[in-house]
């Protein structure tokens, strides 16, 4: 059974850090994108970040760009350290892992994903 868990969200005060951290198990992920995504109440699932699967190439979102960092280890895990977070970083962050078209790929658009974790609560106070 394939599962994503997400970890490390939580309330912190703007300007602060946090460190998510999403461990992928159930399946072997070779040639399997990661991405970040995150919904805020009342609207829309967003793209924050993604990585591929030999962890050369990211894109992220505009808003996050320079301010986020998305990295993977080894053993299936992948973190998004989050830096200079604002109000409007408040939402649920998701991790998923899609299937891409060699070690390289990756992808911005939610409906290439095909696992999805819970979520985690990230909270910024202003």
């Known amino acids: 059974q394939v599962q994503l868990v997400e970890s490390g969200g939580g309330l912190v005060q703007a300007g602060g850090s946090l460190r998510l951290s999403c461990a992928a198990s159930g399946r072997t992920f070779s040639n399997y994108a990661m991405g970040w995504f995150r919904q805020a109440p009342g609207k829309d699932r967003e793209f924050v970040t993604t990585?591929?699967?030999?962890?050369?190439?990211t894109y992220y979102a505009d808003s996050v760009k320079g301010r986020f960092a998305i990295s993977k280890d080894n053993a299936n895990t992948v973190y998004l350290q989050m830096n200079n977070l604002k109000p409007e970083d408040t939402a649920v962050y998701y991790c998923?892992?899609?299937w891409g078209y060699g070690d390289s790929w990756y992808s911005k658009f939610a409906h290439e994903y095909e696992y999805w974790g819970q979520g985690t609560q990230v909270t910024v106070s202003s």
């Open positions: 990585i591929s699967w030999s962890g050369g190439s």
């Open positions: 998923a892992a899609g």
